[in-house]
């Protein structure tokens, strides 16, 4: 029903009435209209691996929380190394909450962290941890801050106790209770928090998948970012072992499409390999070719095999910059030529990590065949 003039004044008048009390009570920018906000377009950090970046969507979210988890080995510490090390390289302050105890400052130097200015805690129990990390949110000084891990946030009832005493559900309450806290301090200071989950197996699960992670459900729920990894090879040169191959899946994300996947090279002690990402994505989008075992570029064959391209590329620097630059130019077009494009896009990928596919397309192809037998009978 349209309203008249007069009306629509009135409203509009009462309108602005009702958002200066609002603002008078729970002070200014309590509510505000979308198109007025100061972050209408969600900013990223590098993650470190260029394939990884563009599965995300440009990186990783700022002012967002995320999760990243998955078996042991797989490169779940590698990766939020990485981030933190882009976010110091950017001129920011990052923090790393060790519940594991485990951090290893000559790995993370040598990914390139500068661990003179990069700020440490190892909290003694869970509640302690999580105390710290609201703490480092709220100082609105803080860009990042990655919790290593959520498993090891150990509840302090659970310490104190014996062992074997059974504590049901204490580390899942205290974990939703610091979501609660900590996710509109991190929305107002654009702090970006990366918890690192390990997995575990339900027990007496036979069908579906039996993964869980750990700390309850409400992690799932306030991650803006879910990232699964996995080590799917191993590298080898001859018999000895110098790194892996890892596989992220995107389970869930708020800012970009989820379910897109990503590869890279983890390399023992050097992290991830930025060169083989960058001959990965040059060869999938025709900027080197290969042909049979050698790789060229505008017809120079440079190098037969892929390590050694990424070898050429570790000997030549210049060309890397210049292939690297040439790479985000031509993914900048395609990525403007995609939203110019009205029509909806359906991309096909075969994924078995996916347990309850075969069922669906079962119940599509049955569909199919009743809807066939009931037109026979017609």
């Not at 009135?10 to 509510?31: D, V």
């Not at 990766?79 to 485990?102: M, N, R, S, T």
């Not at 990069?118 to 609201?134: F, K, S, Y």
């Not at 990366?194 to 409400?218: D, H, M, W």
Request: aromatic letters at 4%; charged letters at 25%.
């Amino acid at each position: 029903m349209a309203k008249t003039p007069d009306e629509s004044s009135e409203r509009l008048k009462a309108l602005n009435i009702t958002l200066t009390q609002i603002e008078r009570s729970f002070g200014k920018g309590a509510i505000m209209r979308l198109g007025d906000a100061a972050r209408m377009k969600v900013e990223t950090i590098p993650s470190g691996a260029l394939t990884l970046d563009l599965a995300l969507g440009g990186g990783i979210p700022k002012g967002r929380v995320v999760e990243i988890y998955g078996p042991e080995s797989s490169g779940k510490t590698t990766v939020a190394l990485h981030v933190l090390a882009e976010v110091q390289k950017q001129g920011g302050i990052a923090a790393f909450v060790d519940a594991e105890h485990a951090l290893d400052p000559i790995y993370a130097s040598n990914l390139g962290v500068d661990i003179d200015n990069l700020l440490v805690a190892q909290p003694d129990t869970g509640e302690a941890g999580l105390e710290i990390v609201d703490q480092l949110v709220r100082s609105n000084a803080v860009d990042l801050v990655v919790v290593d891990s959520v498993a090891a946030l150990v509840p302090r009832a659970e310490i104190e106790g014996e062992m074997g005493d059974a504590h049901v559900g204490l580390q899942a309450r205290l974990m939703s209770q610091a979501l609660r806290k900590i996710t509109g301090s991190i929305g107002k200071t654009g702090c970006t928090v990366i918890f690192l989950n390990q997995l575990r197996q339900k027990i007496g699960i036979s069908y579906g998948n039996p993964e869980v992670t750990t700390g309850g459900n409400a992690l799932k729920f306030y991650a803006s970012v879910r990232m699964d990894i996995r080590r799917i090879q191993t590298l080898k040169k001859g018999t000895e072992e110098y790194g892996i191959r890892a596989k992220v899946k995107i389970a869930k994300n708020k800012v970009a499409p989820p379910f897109r996947i990503a590869e890279f090279d983890i390399i023992f002690g050097q992290g991830i390999s930025a060169l083989g990402c960058l001959v990965d994505l040059a060869e999938e989008n025709n900027i080197l070719t290969r042909r049979g075992a050698w790789y060229s570029y505008n017809g120079d064959n440079i190098s037969q095999g892929r390590d050694n391209a990424i070898k050429y590329l570790e000997d030549n620097p210049d060309f890397a910059k210049s292939l690297d630059l040439q790479l985000r130019q031509h993914l900048e077009i395609n990525q403007a030529d995609k939203k110019q494009s009205t029509e909806p896009v359906v991309a096909v990928v075969e994924d078995t990590d996916q347990p309850d596919l075969p069922d669906e397309v079962g119940v599509a192809e049955n569909g199919k065949a009743a809807s066939s037998r009931s037109s026979k009978k017609k």
